[in-house]
């Protein structure tokens, strides 16, 4: 039976809309960031990549915004594609209550990144937080330390707390991938005389391997894009410590300077963009190779 081809006009309201309210707002943001737009002014003066030498000069701290951006990203990656997938091995096996359990790891993601960062900025106070009453009680005061106020310490707890609040989801998109996994695979390698290792490394990894990449893209997207886990435990600080792309570019706005905020939401763009296409080529890849 011959195939049937709708119509192209069938997609013309969806590429409309997507046109008017994505596409014309981000050619617009992009002339924006080449012109000295602020709220001080009510002229707008075309200046060119001004604004984008500004963002890289070494008497400002943008530099280390985008470091502490990409620290985060890579970071909380890793630590949340293992901790998912350490939670989805453990829980796609016959334990008892495992649904239980994937409920209760899974909850973290649903409650509001506001909700979460309000109470650990409680439990993380040095001075009264449960978790340095906790380790105090023990006796492990050397453990003790100024979770969100130290320099040494900040941008760790905000990684640790993301962490905890998205390992969840991530366990949940790779348990569905290793349920997708036939058992007969597993049968045939044990036949074949694989153990646990092998069976996980030649087995499950590869076929697991379309479910990391979804992963690995929504972890690359949140990283970069992180904003409320900061701004409500730190506000970026002490200092500047904890600054990332997108405080740094709520701090702009709010004090008028939009061309140059506008300049670093077009840098955030362009590092999304670059990262996701590399990381889906990559681990396309590899995932062809393994099949």
């Not at 900025?121 to 330390?145: V, Y």
């Not at 499950?204 to 997207?221: E, I, W």
């Not at 889906?280 to 393994?290: F, Q």
């Amino acid at each position: 039976m011959r195939n049937k081809i709708y119509p192209f006009y069938f997609a013309v309201g969806t590429v409309g809309v997507y046109f008017i309210f994505f596409v014309v707002p981000g050619l617009m943001g992009f002339y924006y960031s080449l012109t000295d737009w602020n709220s001080y002014s009510d002229t707008i003066t075309f200046i060119g990549l001004d604004n984008f030498k500004t963002l890289f000069s070494s008497g400002e701290n943008y530099v280390s915004y985008i470091i502490n951006t990409l620290n985060f990203t890579a970071s909380t990656v890793i630590l949340k594609t293992a901790i998912g997938l350490l939670f989805a091995l453990i829980l796609n096996e016959g334990i008892k209550l495992k649904g239980f359990h994937r409920v209760m790891i899974f909850m973290p993601s649903i409650v509001p990144m506001l909700v979460v960062g309000l109470i650990f900025k409680s439990i993380l106070n040095p001075a009264t937080g449960l978790l340095n009453e906790a380790l105090r009680w023990l006796g492990l005061d050397f453990m003790a330390q100024k979770w969100l106020v130290d320099a040494n310490w900040a941008f760790k707890s905000i990684i640790g707390v993301d962490t905890w609040k998205g390992a969840g989801y991530i366990m949940i998109i790779l348990l569905a991938g290793l349920q997708s996994i036939s058992r007969s695979y597993y049968e045939a390698a044990e036949i074949d005389g694989a153990n646990s290792w092998h069976k996980f490394k030649y087995v499950t990894l590869p076929l697991l391997m379309p479910a990391l990449v979804v992963t690995t893209v929504l972890n690359l997207l949140h990283g970069l894009k992180v904003f409320e886990a900061v701004y409500v435990l730190t506000n970026g600080g002490p200092g500047y410590a904890t600054d990332v792309l997108y405080t740094a570019i709520f701090k702009e706005f709010s004090m008028g300077r939009y061309g140059v905020g506008t300049a670093l939401s077009s840098l955030l763009f362009l590092f999304m963009t670059i990262v996701g296409y590399f990381v889906i080529r990559l681990m396309a890849r590899e995932e062809g190779r393994d099949q």
